[in-house]
């Protein structure tokens, strides 16, 4: 099947293409906030972008109104949730790029997240500390 591959994994990359939302300007596109809302003002302009005589150019980079989306985007490190294979289904829990029906790229977590201590399900324990956490709620004996 072709799920199998999944079998031992618990975290998955999807690549896919984000959704496109077309000429956008800088508050949707780059969540600036905006201008006052009130008094003939308006409110979802950018404002300046640079200083005039020098350096007398806008920078690369800049972030500007624009075409935003329909591009090719990976969320990493999606938490696998369930496998069917005979279904050949991946259940997945997270963010997945791109609309409804669109053709994504699964691939095995490339840089999964490490297991911390102190997690509910993880068996590790650091014998330093239960030692040190042991000795605390002891009082110190007396030297006669």
């Given at each position: 099947m072709l799920v199998d591959i999944f079998d031992g994994e618990r975290?998955?990359?999807?690549?896919?293409?984000?959704?496109?939302?077309?000429?956008?300007?800088?508050?949707?596109?780059?969540?600036?906030?905006?201008?006052?809302?009130?008094?003939g003002h308006m409110f979802q302009v950018q404002g300046s972008i640079g200083a005039s005589s020098f350096p007398?150019?806008?920078?690369?980079?800049?972030?500007?109104?624009g075409h935003y989306g329909d591009a090719q985007t990976t969320v990493r490190n999606l938490r696998i949730r369930g496998i069917d294979a005979e279904e050949s289904l991946l259940l997945?829990?997270?963010?997945?790029?791109g609309a409804r029906d669109g053709?994504?790229?699964?691939?095995?977590?490339?840089?999964?997240?490490?297991?911390r201590r102190g997690f509910a399900g993880s068996g590790t324990v650091d014998p330093l500390k239960a030692s040190k956490k042991a000795s605390a709620g002891k009082a110190p004996a007396k030297k006669k």
């Open positions: 975290f998955v990359d999807v690549e896919g293409k984000s959704k496109g939302r077309g000429f956008a300007g800088v508050v949707r596109r780059h969540g600036f906030g905006g201008g006052p809302k009130s008094h007398s150019r806008v920078f690369p980079g800049q972030r500007m109104p997945v829990e997270g963010a997945v790029p053709v994504i790229l699964i691939s095995k977590a490339k840089n999964p997240p490490r297991e």
